[in-house]
Every structure is written in structure tokens, then in C-alpha cells.
């Protein structure tokens, strides 16, 4: 398994964050983004979840609700790629991926666009 301190992964995060063109981070709203070691036992080797209500489902009602939550996870990460490289390439595409799901973009169009 390639090491990565878990600041280092926390800074590939932050930089594929940062690539987000502006004109979309704008648009997102009560989300946050977490990075954790691992995700449950029983998925693991997923790399990003989004848990929320996307934009495209909220109405009137939503309102004081906890943000949304991104966690990108940096075991399985680490575990699937070869080199640094790697590791920043799938970052960006799982970042990607799941700022996707709070817009409302389901798996199926998103492995369409090649962010499977």
C-alpha cells in the first residue's frame, strides 16, 4: 500500500477542492467536506460519499438542517493506486464525484462523464 500522512491526503483534498471551477463552488450550499481513514466495515473500499439532500430535492422546507456531508476516504485511496500521481488523480475524481452528487448528478450519468 502506497503512505500518505493523513495531511498530505488532507491537502490533496483541499487542492482538488480548490480546482473546482468558482462559478460551481458558488453554487453549493450547507456542505461540508471531511476526509476519514476508512469508511464502514461493509464497503471498504469506498472512496468518497456524499450524505445529504442534493440541490435539485430541496424545496420551502429546507431550512436549519445540518450541512451536507463529503467524506473522501484516504485508505481505500491509498490501497488503489501505485504513485503519488495516482493518488491525486483519483482524489480529484472522487472530490469531483461526490460534489456531483450534491448537485444532483446520480452514478449512472457520472460514469457517463467518466467519473465512475
Not at 429546507?62 to 491525486?88: F, H, K, N, Q
Amino acid at each position: 500500500m502506497l503512505e500518505m500522512t493523513r495531511e498530505a491526503f488532507e491537502e490533496l483534498v483541499g487542492e482538488a477542492l480548490d480546482r473546482i471551477p468558482p462559478e460551481l463552488t458558488r453554487l453549493m450550499d450547507n456542505v461540508a467536506v471531511f476526509v476519514e481513514d476508512e469508511p464502514e466495515s461493509d464497503d471498504p473500499e469506498l472512496l468518497g460519499l456524499y450524505e445529504g439532500t442534493p440541490l435539485t430535492e430541496r424545496g420551502e422546507w429546507y431550512a436549519g438542517v445540518l450541512p451536507d456531508r463529503i467524506t473522501i476516504y484516504r485508505g481505500p485511496t491509498l490501497r488503489m493506486c501505485e504513485s503519488r500521481e495516482d493518488v491525486v488523480a483519483e482524489t480529484e475524481i472522487t472530490v469531483v464525484h461526490e460534489i456531483a452528487h450534491h448537485f444532483g448528478i446520480d452514478d449512472e450519468r457520472l460514469h457517463a462523464l467518466g467519473y465512475g
